[in-house]
């Protein structure tokens, strides 16, 4: 347990520091003084209804994964599962990566839905996090593929990467649907946790997997937009039509534990994707750093939401 505590901690900083230079990086030639003073002017009621829009998008989470563990879950189900979704989020800020907060979010269910197993609501958690990364998986090779057919500027490993790792995913699906592995692994104990995992994806579940996939594909639009909200509240610039080509890349990637809630990684990449159209490096870094802002608040005030 100590060393377990010592490797949070550890990552925690590694992934500080990281974010710090990342941060020195993008921000060094940039008058930071001035984009703090914009940050400062952004209207009140502005706030309050990206927060509300934000809390939306968490219900839409919150819907997938209740979808995933129980049959036909009510709207005091829906609720019950946001609000352990609020308490992840808001976690999720203190542990090693983004998804950090998976570890601890389907604790508040156990008293609450005494006939399901620990195992099994841990194992939910982690179903539907493969899901919705399913889902970021395709979007971002859509968006590669579409962005390279209107001559969208980006290295050419990047399509082929997400190229890979769409073909990963569809294998995997492949395989869950289709081989036995109770057949093959069910004799070695330290599988079983796995294959508890792994029958979530099997007989009358796989309608609830591709219900639970259609959800996150047709909602990723829901979670990329608030971005354009933000470029038009800064004059950023930023299209649609490039947003969406964009930020599901983005997020693809800023999903890999390599920086503190994103900042540093965000920026870099909002510069390096939305700085070849010829878009202002401050402006493009506004929006950016508002967005991380954002998702903070949205977890800090889920976060005490949760706790009341």
Not at 230 to 236: A, D, I, N, V
Request: glycine residues 8%; charged residues 15%; aromatic residues 18%.
């Amino acid at each position: 347990m100590l060393k377990t505590v010592k490797g949070i901690f550890g990552s925690k900083i590694v992934r500080f520091l990281f974010s710090v230079g990342l941060v020195y990086f993008a921000f060094r030639k940039i008058d930071v003084g001035n984009l703090l003073t914009q940050l400062r002017m952004v209207p009140w009621w502005f706030l309050v209804v990206m927060i509300a829009y934000l809390f939306f998008s968490m219900g839409i989470g919150a819907i997938r994964w209740a979808l995933v563990i129980l049959d036909k879950p009510s709207w005091t189900d829906f609720k019950k599962f946001l609000n352990a979704s609020f308490r992840g989020n808001f976690y999720s800020l203190f542990f090693p990566s983004a998804v950090g907060g998976d570890i601890v979010k389907w604790l508040p269910l156990v008293s609450q839905y005494p006939s399901l197993s620990k195992t099994k609501l841990a194992s939910s958690v982690l179903v539907d996090r493969i899901i919705g990364l399913s889902a970021f998986v395709f979007m971002a090779f859509v968006s590669a593929l579409v962005g390279k057919m209107l001559n969208f500027r980006y290295p050419n490993y990047l399509f082929w990467m997400f190229f890979l790792l769409f073909l990963v995913t569809l294998l995997f699906y492949v395989l869950v649907f289709t081989v036995d592995f109770h057949k093959i692994f069910g004799k070695f104990v330290f599988m079983r946790r796995v294959l508890v995992v792994l029958d979530a994806f099997k007989g009358e579940n796989k309608k609830r997997v591709f219900l639970c996939l259609l959800i996150s594909i047709v909602s990723e639009p829901v979670w990329i937009l608030p971005n354009y909200f933000y470029s038009l509240l800064f004059g950023t610039g930023m299209s649609l039509l490039s947003i969406f080509i964009f930020l599901p890349i983005i997020n693809l990637i800023i999903v890999l534990p390599i920086s503190f809630a994103g900042f540093g990684a965000r920026e870099n990449l909002f510069i390096f994707f939305f700085g070849q159209l010829g878009l202002s490096t401050e402006k493009i870094l506004l929006v950016s750093t508002f967005s991380g802002i954002m998702n903070i608040l949205n977890a800090l005030l889920g976060g005490l939401i949760s706790l009341i």
